[in-house]
């Protein structure tokens, strides 16, 4: 199933993920099982860093937990893992207590590809939601393509609503946030030593 669903890094999907508009938005990031964990705290740490701390990270073991969650953290990023832990029956559950998952903030599942065959096949009313949110977690070499750098370089202007030039002498100022898109920022603009000016 992963073979068709556009690759994203972590950033990437991390701004997106920010850019949701609305409340109740939810998004699937389909990583290898062994890696959900560590992905799962790279995304939380990512978007701590450019929503100033409003994202939180919880693992839940069952449809409850789950439900718990989603009530005990109305608004913010909530990225949640452990959905191996459910099964046929936990989505079905799911799927017919979907109005109880309703958020203001953004809801991020991180889980593995057996996990979102179970979620589609078997909570096709909460997979709704979804609609064409579901990426692969993709490692790409470090050497981006001009397109791609750009592609990265257009998503970060539209998060901070900054333009290069601006990014550029708020480094040489000094008055640049330390978080580290902006880091990430300078690099792709080939100016790395303002980085901690």
Sequence with gaps: ?????PGTELGDFAVRALERPGPNEWMVLVVPVGEVER???KLTEELSAI?????LRERVSSASTLIECTQAQPGGALVLTGLELLGVEQWQALDRERSVLKREGVTLLVLGEESLGLLMGHAPNLASWLGGAVWRLEKRDHVLSAEDREARLDALRRWAGLSDTEVISRAEQGRLSSDPPFAEWLVLLGRGDLIGE
């Design 39 to 41: 992905a799962a705290g």
């Design 51 to 55: 929503a100033e701390g409003t994202a």
């Design 1 to 5: 199933m992963t073979t068709r669903l």
